[in-house]
């Protein structure tokens, strides 16, 4: 099949770069010059496992091309995929700009009978107003068929659940399109729901919204262990063996962050304010987790009085590991407040520092290794759970610092490996501390 994506994001290129290794020939648009000079030159624009080896393979076997130009890129497309940003408006809702600017863009040159696909997370009711918007640049010629296909797949194995889709949602009320973006998807040998337009935009928000409120929960569960005294990783292994509940995202931490799971969530409370559907649980969960992203800074408050002066090394700037992602990531109101006591920052992150740089400029200092971090600082906070980060050894961790005092985010080490390590302070989440 020939396809066009639009938008070389997360979501495109993955799309993109997936689907020409399934064997269709994919021509991906993106406005931005750089990532397109980038692509060209077999150079992915965004960290992802395993991303640029199915880059240079599929460009090299030819089925792989990148533009600038719309035209160039829809010129006989059967199917055009539209993954461009969707990013939260100050309201709440989702900022359509840049997907309704891509419509516009496209509509001049979509061929007679091409499909538009929506992969975009887009509030329920756009699909419907994207084919309007298509009706009324008019011509004649342009395609009245739009789908509805959410994505799910997850930053820092975007390329892998690409390939390996727990499910794929085609939404439409019309047959035909439905079934030519099924047997696009074929190679794969996904799970398939169909259903109509609606319920498949709604499908992605109500997933996502789950998993977060997930994530809150636990947090919350992990917040009254520490009060009580019990051990939120062995409350997460008891309740997550039961198959009902499930042990994904059931770990407690310092809340989620990432360009999706705050958007949407929010989204899905304007769309319940919108229809005037009750629905505080979700603004719970978007309050739960705000209050967490502060617990490390909380701790180190309550250990140290104040923080004036502190040396705090910060490990990790990205939202979760294996991403250079850093849209709502924790680390940014930690460190915003670490700045605000008056303490002085350093920090690390194996592939975010650019993206920090953008985010920081000289306001905290960046170093190129977890040693020239942690050198004679007074406490590390592990905000990311990279894995160069988890194999840290702890006593040569402490031997560099200032004071032995550590506060893990993310539940990094086990008892042993803290309790190896003699003259440690160590404050993990939802567990005691080990001092
Ligand atoms: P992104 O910001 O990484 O990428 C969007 C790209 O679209 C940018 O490269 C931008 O230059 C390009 N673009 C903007 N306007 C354009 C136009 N008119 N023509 C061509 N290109 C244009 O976004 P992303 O993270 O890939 O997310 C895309 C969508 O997918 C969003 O709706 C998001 O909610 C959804 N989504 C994201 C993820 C994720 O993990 N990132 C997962 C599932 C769904």
Redesign the pocket.
């Known amino acids: 099949m020939r396809i066009a994506v639009?938008?070389?994001?997360?979501?495109?290129l993955s799309t993109g770069v997936c689907l020409a290794e399934i064997g269709h020939h994919v021509i991906c648009?993106?406005?931005?010059e750089e990532?397109i000079t980038l692509l060209r030159g077999g150079k992915s624009p965004i960290y992802e496992p395993g991303m640029e080896e199915l880059l240079t393979k599929n460009m090299e076997a030819k089925r792989l091309q990148f533009t600038t130009s719309?035209r160039e890129g829809l010129e006989k497309s059967e199917v055009i995929i539209v993954?461009?940003?969707?990013p939260q408006q100050d309201s709440g809702e989702a900022d359509l700009t840049?997907l309704f600017?891509?419509i516009q863009?496209a509509a001049p040159y979509i061929e007679k009978g091409s499909i538009i696909v929506i992969?975009?997370?887009?509030p329920v009711g756009t699909n419907e107003k994207v084919k309007r918007l298509l009706e009324a640049f008019g011509q004649n010629k342009v395609s009245p068929f739009v789908v509805s296909n959410?994505?799910?797949?997850?930053?820092g194995s975007a390329v892998l659940d690409t390939l390996n889709p727990d499910r794929i949602v085609i939404g439409c009320e019309n047959k035909e399109p439905a079934a030519v973006i099924e047997k696009m998807y074929a190679p794969l040998n996904a799970k398939v729901v169909k259903t109509d337009a609606r319920s498949a935009e709604m499908i992605k928000y109500a997933s996502n919204a789950f998993l977060a409120t997930k994530i809150s929960f636990i947090n919350n569960i992990g917040n009254l262990c520490e009060a009580v005294g019990a051990n939120v990783e062995d409350v997460s292994k008891g309740m997550g063996l039961d198959q009902r509940i499930g042990a994904a995202f059931l770990q407690s931490g310092i809340g989620y962050g990432?360009?999706?799971f705050p958007?949407?969530v929010s989204a899905l409370l304007a769309a319940a304010k919108e229809y005037h559907v009750p629905f505080s649980m979700i603004e719970e969960t978007m309050m739960i987790n705000n209050r967490q992203k502060l617990l490390l800074v909380k701790k180190a408050l309550n250990r140290f009085g104040d923080l004036k002066h502190k040396k705090i090394a910060v490990l990790g700037f990205a939202f979760k590991p294996e991403t250079d992602d850093m849209r709502e990531a924790p680390s940014i109101t930690i460190i915003h407040s670490l700045l605000n006591e008056g303490a002085s920052v350093i920090g690390y992150d194996p592939v975010a520092t650019r993206n920090a740089k953008g985010i920081f400029g000289e306001k905290i200092a960046y170093a190129t290794s977890v040693g020239e971090a942690i050198k004679e600082s007074d406490a590390v906070f592990i905000v990311t759970e990279w894995k160069e980060i988890k194999q840290l050894v702890l006593s040569e961790v402490i031997s560099q610092m200032k004071q032995p005092i550590v506060f893990d985010g993310r539940n990094s080490f086990s008892e042993e490996a803290v309790r190896d390590c003699e003259e440690i302070e160590y404050y993990p989440i939802g567990k005691p501390a080990i001092i």
């Open positions: 639009i938008g070389t994001g997360y979501v495109g648009i993106d406005t931005s990532k719309h993954a461009v940003g969707t840049y600017q891509a863009d992969k975009s997370t887009v959410p994505e799910f797949l997850r930053q990432g360009s999706c958007k949407d």
